[in-house]
């Protein structure tokens, strides 16, 4: 049997509604069978793998945590790391079978230059090139060894996010951008057909935020609903 796709989700305890929504849109949507980990930061601390210091420009409980993701595989296969502020559309199976060997990372690779200084509950918006593109990612993780527990531990934040670790861009693989499909930053006809949304702004699980993508905002409602309705 082949193994399941093993996700890990990055967690922030103010989001939770977020990333349960997100886990059953992924398994709604699956054809294959799924390993999803929530990275929940006080876990990852018990177990000695996590030690900064909350960064003033960090904006969610997982900015860093993410980049344990090879060492919890073992540097071994692959995996997909996704934000929690996401709807799957699509069949994940369909991003699964875009790995390519010859890269390290593969991601959509935005070109998000923000106009704002905050974004949600007024947390800092910080402008830096290859904004956005580790938000997704494939991983292929016996090529991802430069991230070390140490090195995670240590390495700023620009030197993560900016694939300071790899030996250069050419180790980074595109994705089609519909499989990180940003709301109300992208142009909302991309949307149409994305089999991945991304609410990097906010979303409406937020109260002040509730209509944030307009119809996105209503779809999202309607995935929240689905999952949590009750059967008679």
């Not at 073992?74 to 502020?85: E, L, N, S």
């Not at 700023?156 to 519909?178: K, M, N, S, V």
Request: net charge negative; glycine share 8%.
């Amino acid at each position: 049997m082949t193994q399941p796709i093993a996700i890990f989700i990055g967690y922030d305890p103010r989001e939770r509604a977020s990333t349960n929504v997100l886990i059953d849109s992924l398994y709604q949507h699956s054809s294959v069978p799924l390993a999803i980990t929530p990275l929940v930061t006080p876990q990852l601390e018990g177990q000695g793998l996590y030690r900064r210091e909350r960064d003033p420009k960090q904006s969610t409980a997982f900015s860093f945590t993410r980049f344990l993701v090879p060492h919890l595989m073992g540097y071994q296969g692959w995996a997909i790391f996704m934000d929690c502020d996401m709807l799957a559309r699509g069949d994940i199976a369909a991003l699964w079978a875009q790995r390519d060997e010859q890269f390290a990372v593969q991601c959509v690779q935005h070109e998000h230059e923000p106009g704002e200084t905050v974004k949600f509950l007024g947390e800092v918006q910080s402008a830096y090139p290859k904004k956005n593109w580790s938000s997704l990612m494939l991983l292929n993780c016996s090529r991802c060894t430069a991230l070390s527990v140490d090195y995670v531990n240590s390495a700023t934040g620009l030197e993560l996010h900016r694939f300071h670790w790899l030996a250069g861009d050419h180790e980074i693989g595109a994705l089609p951008e519909g499989w990180n499909h940003l709301v109300a930053v992208q142009d909302p006809a991309k949307a149409d057909g994305a089999p991945l949304l991304h609410w990097t702004l906010g979303g409406p699980w937020f109260r002040e935020q509730r209509t944030m993508g307009e119809g996105l905002a209503a779809e999202w409602f309607a995935a929240r609903d689905d999952a949590f309705r009750l059967w008679d």
